[in-house]
């Protein structure tokens, strides 16, 4: 089934939830109001559409290959990246003076949401080489961001993030890789790096490592990592590739799902390149405080990828939509004589608007966290900056860890709608379920976002910023009450009893870290997915009060308005109605995962 971008949502929550207008008014984006992301939007749509997304179920039969160290995308991948690249969509967020176009995140983000819906496994390369080009923008020297990152931004050259390694996994507290310093200020990097995407591919000229590792003196732990950049190519002051780098591709996984995309183990000081023993690499900013520069790059990262559960999500959505309008099969539970379309049966219905209202959720959550973030940058007063990143830096877990779990809940629904058919490959179904479950571990696991989202986003400041997003909240309950009917009032009274169990949540976890950081770990996922279905419902729940205001107003497009209403309800009644049981396992539940020794499991 063909993709088509869901521009009609992405607009209503750009202007009426995440406040386009607002960040457009910030010093830097004056030209990035409504029309701005209107248009662009439009193109990014028209290109994914028509070049990305017919590659998706080909790079799954077909995935990347790997032959002498040197890997082969999928067909079509290469042409389509030049054309993504030529097309300047690389550089929609970074700044003009590096080549690219400048606009806030709020508009990057639904251009995000589309490329993966279209691809993920072609999109995760262009998301990597962000993370590349946020590192090297808070971290580089001059020089480095000069050389580098006017590359990156034109797609002539790819970035990567190098952690993980054999022995470490995510403790990057055990990385061992070297970095011996060189008299002429280089160093040479000897060491083994695993799970890097497109860590070795054929879409572009060359590859720009960012990799952790350690010098000779450097402490233990993490405090004692430094960050590298290592290309694949040396360059000249130019940028002009030469000598090959001591970098190689050892092998390529066979996975799970996103066969296309190539997941690569390299070897660093094999004495294979053109410089000798060792891969040269470039300190970035200071010795020891790698960690703390990946970082940036991570957090780049974790968006992104609750970014794609959301695509994912819709993906899967639209083909599972389509199947059940098409398909005849029994009769209908009302009397019918013949086989009806199967999206007339009751718990199709269910099924299908559960996939919907956690789609729309999570995508209003995700951009209202990028008008923050847009904020946190950018508003002219420190006050305001600082408030908005510290709701932003919330907001980030619970968007990458909420939005992905909800998004493998919502493949594995789209496998359902499709019956015995969906576990048949030729459908498509499967492959968005395949694709989909990468995303709670990459990048981190659900259980480490939850675990910053407890430790640094929730008791480290007393649960302040929780406060402040739970006081709006209650501001929407009343707005709610206020403009009445059946369907507001229900939803106020749902979202009501999810932001108490939310507010006892976060009164438990301050309470308890102190005294008792087993029992309060115990239940940091629960707790992130409270947060995730509360906060989420409360962007439906805005959304239905702006449908509602639209409707009474005779604005806008009345089925469109009509059907936001719809799937705010049923977010509230079937969705956010679970926060109970999650408040549970978070505040009551330790003694249940901790009780059991070791030896019985």
Not at 238 to 251: A, E, H, K, L
Not at 295 to 301: I, Q, R
Not at 442 to 463: F, S, V, W
Not at 494 to 515: F, H, N, P
Request: charged share 20%; hydrophobic share 45%.
């Amino acid at each position: 089934m063909s993709y088509v971008a869901p521009l009609k949502d992405m607009l209503f929550v750009l202007r009426h939830l995440a406040g386009i207008d607002e960040v457009a008014s910030l010093p830097d984006f004056a030209e990035a109001g409504y029309d701005t992301a209107q248009a662009v939007l439009g193109e990014c749509a028209k290109f994914n559409e028509q070049v990305i997304a017919p590659l998706n179920r080909g790079g799954d039969l077909e995935p990347s290959t790997l032959s002498d160290g040197a890997v082969t995308t999928s067909p079509g991948f290469r042409a389509a990246f030049r054309q993504f690249a030529d097309g300047g969509w690389q550089g929609v967020q970074h700044p003009e003076e590096f080549g690219g176009q400048g606009l806030p995140k709020l508009i990057a983000t639904p251009c995000m949401e589309i490329l993966n819906s279209a691809n993920l496994s072609f999109a995760l390369c262009p998301l990597l080489t962000d993370g590349a080009i946020e590192a090297l923008l808070v971290a580089g020297s001059q020089a480095q961001k000069a050389l580098y990152i006017p590359h990156l931004v034109s797609g002539a050259w790819t970035g990567t993030m190098n952690l993980t390694e054999p022995q470490a996994g995510s403790d990057l507290a055990l990385v061992r890789t070297k970095a011996v310093p060189q008299a002429d200020g280089t160093y040479r990097i000897f060491g083994q790096k695993i799970f890097i995407t497109y860590g070795e591919h054929d879409m572009a000229g060359n590859i720009v490592h960012l990799v952790l590792a350690r010098t000779p003196d450097a402490p233990e732990g993490v405090k004692g990592i430094s960050l590298f950049v290592v290309p694949k190519f040396m360059v000249d002051e130019q940028g002009r590739p030469g000598r090959r780098n001591d970098v190689w591709c050892q092998s390529i996984e066979h996975k799970l799902g996103i066969k296309a995309s190539p997941t690569a183990v390299l070897i660093y000081g094999d004495d294979k390149g053109e410089v000798g023993a060792g891969a040269v690499g470039y300190r970035i900013g200071q010795e020891n405080r790698g960690l703390e520069y990946m970082f940036v790059m991570m957090n780049a990262a974790r968006f992104a990828v609750g970014v794609q559960g959301v695509a994912l999500a819709e993906r899967a959505y639209q083909q599972a939509v389509a199947y059940a309008r098409e398909r005849l099969q029994s009769r209908d539970v009302a009397g019918s004589g013949a086989a009806v379309p199967i999206i007339r049966h009751p718990d199709v219905r269910r099924m299908l608007m559960t996939m919907r209202a956690h789609t729309e959720a999570a995508r209003a959550l995700a951009c209202v966290a990028a008008a923050a973030s847009d904020a946190g940058h950018h508003a002219p007063d420190e006050a305001t900056r600082r408030e908005n990143m510290a709701i932003y830096e919330f907001l980030v877990p619970i968007v990458k860890g909420w939005s992905t779990e909800m998004s493998i809940e919502v493949a594995s629904l789209g496998v359902q709608v499709h019956g015995g058919m969906g576990f048949i490959e030729e459908t498509g179904a499967a492959q968005h379920y395949r694709d989909v479950r990468i995303l709670t571990i990459y990048e981190g696991t659900t259980a480490i976002q939850a675990n910053d989202l407890i430790g640094r986003k929730t008791a480290r400041n007393g649960g302040a910023v929780a406060r402040v997003l739970l006081a709006s909240v209650r501001q929407t309950e009343e707005a709610l009450r206020q403009a009445g009917g059946a369907d507001l009032d229900a939803i106020a009274a749902r979202l009501s009893a999810g932001r108490v169990a939310l507010e006892d949540a976060v009164r438990y976890i301050v309470e308890t870290l102190g005294k008792d950081v087993r029992a309060a770990f115990a239940g940091s996922v629960p707790y992130l997915k409270l947060a995730g279905v509360v906060l989420s419902g409360w962007q439906m729940a805005r959304a239905a009060l702006v449908a509602n205001r639209m409707l009474k107003a005779g604005d806008g497009d009345a089925p469109f308005l009509r059907a936001k209403i719809a799937t705010a309800r049923f977010h509230a009644d079937h969705l956010l109605t679970q926060a109970a049981a999650l408040r549970a396992a978070a505040v009551e539940g330790a003694p249940g995962v901790l009780a059991m020794p070791e030896a019985a499991f």
